[in-house]
């Protein structure tokens, strides 16, 4: 447990350097917040997931591998936006409707079936992974070109020197990997000890605690009215989630999956697919829908309870 608590506190510590490193070096480029959202706050803060996923494969705990991703991903929406929302509804632009969201669906059906198929092979995880690529290039392009439409109104940024930049994303990396280490040994050898199955553990304990940037960057962009970075962030972590962590974990290792259940995927899928209309509605996430969104995990959660013990 203690390793769980220590482990978690280093991800979130990590991943802190890692986001604070990699917006201040994006900030001198002029990239938009939104494509800062979707991109490096993304990712930075879904480093966790990556290099906790990673070590579970190495480690043989698949259950844990696949069940960060697919746990990640439902608490991503259905808590981090549901608080989000109660807290500070947030606007969504009509780009994240016409693109990221579809996009984010597509995807998410592209990981479910693979999951349910039972494997992912190597060619499938390299597939994504050069999915997470194209992606990546495309926002860059998108980044491009928004900065020139807005060349005419140059406003100064302040910003770290280039070298600490650097040096908070070295630090934050390296945090990463050791907190990921300790949070995996503490999450397989608490599932062993209570005899829960390593998927539960990966699809509430780990994928929680993993989170953990996702939630505090989303909860701060709230409060600060920077609904680009809130909402950017959280669609952005769940297309990493599958194409980069899915993606890059077997395609050094192909995955067995095992003790992902139906009831999993439909979820990670079904909120993938409401998230459309809620926010189409009124361009927003309104604090009832994060109400929804809040009350479909907790009755989630009711029903994994039986299965988790045994």
């Known amino acids: 447990m203690i390793s769980i608590l220590v482990g978690i506190l280093l991800l979130y510590l990590g991943a802190e350097s890692l986001v604070r490193g990699s917006s201040q070096l994006a900030a001198k480029f002029g990239i938009p917040p939104l494509i800062v959202g ?34 990640s991903n439902i608490f991503n929406i259905a808590v981090i936006l549901g ?114 199955s390593e998927a539960i553990i990966g699809l509430t304990i780990v994928a929680a605690g993993t989170s953990l940037p996702e939630l505090a960057t989303s909860v701060l962009a709230a409060l600060k009215k920077e609904s680009d970075v809130a909402i950017g962030n959280i669609i952005g972590s769940c297309i990493f989630n599958i194409l980069c962590i899915l993606g890059l974990t077997a395609s050094i290792l192909p995955i067995e999956v095992t003790d992902i259940g139906r009831l999993d995927v439909a979820l990670m899928l079904g909120l993938s697919i409401v998230l459309l209309p809620f926010a189409f509605s009124q361009r927003k996430i309104s604090r009832l829908e994060g109400a929804c969104f809040l009350a479909a995990y907790g009755i989630y959660l009711y029903c994994l309870w039986p299965t988790s013990v045994g």
């Open 83 to 196: 608080i989000t929302a109660l807290i500070r509804p947030p606007n969504v632009q009509i780009n994240i409707i016409r693109r990221e969201i579809p996009f984010l669906i597509f995807v998410t059906l592209i990981g479910s079936f693979l999951i349910l198929h039972g494997s992912v092979s190597r060619l499938a995880g390299l597939t994504l992974f050069l999915g997470l690529c194209a992606y990546t290039v495309y926002c860059i392009r998108e980044a491009r070109k928004e900065s020139s439409e807005n060349s005419a109104d140059p406003s100064p940024v302040k910003t770290y020197p280039t070298w600490l930049c650097g040096l908070l994303i070295i630090l934050g990396l390296g945090v990463l990997v050791f907190g990921s280490h300790l949070f995996v040994e503490g999450a397989v050898s608490l599932a062993r000890r209570f005899g829960v």
């Open 38 to 71: 979707l991109t490096i706050v993304a990712f930075g803060t879904s480093a966790p997931e990556l290099t906790v996923s990673l070590s579970a494969a190495f480690n043989g705990a698949n259950g844990v591998s696949v069940g960060n991703v697919v746990g």
